[in-house]
């Protein structure tokens, strides 16, 4: 019965998560072949693209900090969402980036003028599989974003279920545990190599 229910579980565990194996499995791949998926591109580094420029008439406290600037601003645009800024040094633009997975926006405010220019990243394949890879939550006010952070805590679980359901499921079968032994300490060994030479 135990049994029954491991397997079981290491299967739907999979297939629930199989999108998110997917995904890293294909950004790993995309991070480990950078420079392939650039000269796919011709090699250029990926350009924004400007979506409209508008003169922003909202006004700031006067100790406002950059990151309160740019969440007004992205609100004010009904652009709410995961965000990042620069410190720009005094009449230099302030730089927000929406954090957006598939499109990445870049929000160029000039305090002197109050020109705001909206621009979006131009989509590469690689380019964003990597940030899908690298989206984490729990730092930003959003529910989607720790609805994400929490994916990714149970795709870490059921890693770690895998790892641990598939060596109870080899040594269940009495057949494969010469083989199967061969294996784990082949895969320990080249692990160990790698963490201790390279």
């Known amino acids: 019965m135990f049994s029954k229910i491991v397997r079981r579980t290491h299967m739907y565990l999979a297939l629930f998560l199989a999108p998110w194996v997917l995904m890293y499995?294909?950004?790993?791949?995309?991070?480990?072949?950078?420079?392939?998926?650039?000269?796919?591109?011709?090699?250029?580094?990926?350009?924004w693209v400007k979506e409209r420029?508008?003169?922003?008439?909202?006004?700031?406290?006067?100790?406002?900090?950059?990151?309160?600037?740019?969440?007004q601003i992205l609100s004010s645009l009904g652009m709410e969402g995961a965000f990042a800024t620069n410190r720009?040094?005094?009449?230099?633009?302030?730089?927000?980036?929406?954090?957006?997975?598939?499109?990445?926006?870049?929000l160029t405010y000039t305090p002197s003028d109050r020109k705001l220019v909206i621009e979006r990243q131009a989509f590469r394949t690689g380019v964003f599989?990597?940030?899908?890879?690298?989206?984490?939550?729990?730092?930003?006010?959003?529910?989607?974003?720790?609805?994400?952070?929490v994916s990714v805590d149970l795709f870490i679980v059921g890693m770690i279920f895998w790892a641990l359901s598939g060596l109870w499921m080899w040594w269940e079968?009495?057949?494969?545990?010469?083989?199967?032994?061969?294996?784990?300490?082949?895969?320990?060994?080249?692990?160990a190599l790698f963490v201790f030479t390279i």
Not at 25 to 39: D, P, Q
Not at 180 to 188: E, N
């Open 53 to 71: 420029e508008l003169v922003y008439t909202g006004t700031f406290a006067p100790e406002a900090t950059p990151e309160q600037i740019g969440e």
């Open 129 to 149: 599989l990597e940030r899908l890879h690298r989206m984490r939550g729990y730092q930003y006010p959003f529910v989607l974003n720790d609805v994400w952070a």
């Open 25 to 47: 499995t294909l950004s790993t791949l995309a991070m480990n072949h950078r420079e392939l998926f650039r000269r796919i591109y011709g090699g250029t580094p990926v350009s």
């Open 88 to 106: 720009p040094a005094a009449g230099r633009p302030l730089l927000v980036t929406r954090l957006e997975p598939v499109t990445p926006r870049r």
């Open 173 to 191: 079968l009495k057949v494969t545990r010469r083989l199967g032994a061969l294996a784990l300490l082949g895969g320990a060994a080249l692990f």
